[in-house]
């Protein structure tokens, strides 16, 4: 699949206008990962400069990933852009490489879709406790 008029979306959520890269195996994923089906796919950055919005990994989302624009965590190659990078045919990906995310993984729709979130326990992998601003952004 290359890149197409579905690709990306522009989606209300929060608040905001929030923009999605929806590629149908990478939404599938993220639907599976964060135990939510009413994803729309993985929501890109809304802050920062042009460099940032709209290019990366929303930080609130997939705090982990090397896609991510911002560097306060240990980003790493996760599955999510593996998927962006076999989908969009740009890459073949050698799994063994692809290391596993610890951003939000089965907190639910609540952890997606509401404003504050106050429900992730990034050393369990599952919703307990958050206390990052941008949770509420």
């Known amino acids: 699949m290359a890149w197409g008029s579905d690709a990306l979306k522009s989606i209300n959520i929060r608040g905001k206008d929030t923009t999605y890269l929806n590629l149908p195996k990478l ?44 560097h306060d965590y ?31 993984y089965k907190a639910g729709c609540d952890y997606i879709n509401k404003k504050c979130v106050t429900s992730y326990d990034p050393p369990s992998r599952m919703a307990d406790v958050v206390n990052h601003m941008d949770f509420c952004s």
């Not at 852009?81 to 990906?93: D, F």
């Open 27 to 70: 939404t599938d994923y993220a639907k599976l990962y964060f135990g939510c089906n009413d994803i729309h796919g993985v929501e890109m950055e809304n802050q920062g400069g042009v460099g940032s919005i709209g290019n990366h990994f929303e930080h609130r989302m997939v705090r982990d990933d090397l896609m991510n624009s911002a």
């Open 74 to 104: 240990d980003r790493q190659f996760t599955e999510f852009l593996a998927l962006v990078l076999e989908e969009t045919h740009w890459y073949r990906v050698n799994r063994q490489y692809v290391g596993q995310s610890i951003t939000g």
